[in-house]
């Protein structure tokens, strides 16, 4: 059973910067497709950012040049650097791994960004 446990997330201004953390139980060297989802309240979770196997990524638009998705395989650990923060980042970090036909997720960590 694979675990994913998020952290980083927490309060900070618009304009300001956080950096997400997935920690995973197993090693991620070869994870097939490795991201991180959000939810806002009142809101279905949407995609954010993916980085597949061979290292590639895709972001959602309104993070593009904003956000950075990386992983260290010495940790086992991915990443969600998250830069020039606006309220509307406002939601419910969800680290997310897809290991063949199975899907896995995180807890969450509530991300806030004021005003």
């Known amino acids: 059973q694979v675990q994913l446990v998020e952290s980083g997330g927490g309060l900070v201004q618009g304009g300001g910067s956080l950096r997400l953390s997935c920690a995973a139980s197993?090693?991620?060297?070869?994870?097939?497709?490795m991201g991180w989802y959000r939810q806002a309240p009142g809101k279905q979770r949407e995609w954010v950012a993916t980085?597949?196997?061979?290292?590639?990524?895709n972001y959602e638009d309104s993070v593009k040049g904003r956000f950075t998705i990386s992983r260290d395989n010495a940790k086992n650990t991915v990443y969600l650097q998250m830069n020039s923060l606006k309220p509307e980042d406002t939601a419910v970090y969800y680290c997310?791994?897809?290991?063949?036909?199975?899907?896995?997720w995180g807890q969450g960590t509530q991300v806030t960004v004021s005003s």
């Open positions: 997310h791994f897809r290991i063949g036909f199975h899907s896995y």
């Open positions: 197993v090693s991620i060297f070869s994870i097939d497709t």
């Open positions: 980085m597949i196997s061979g290292g590639s990524t």
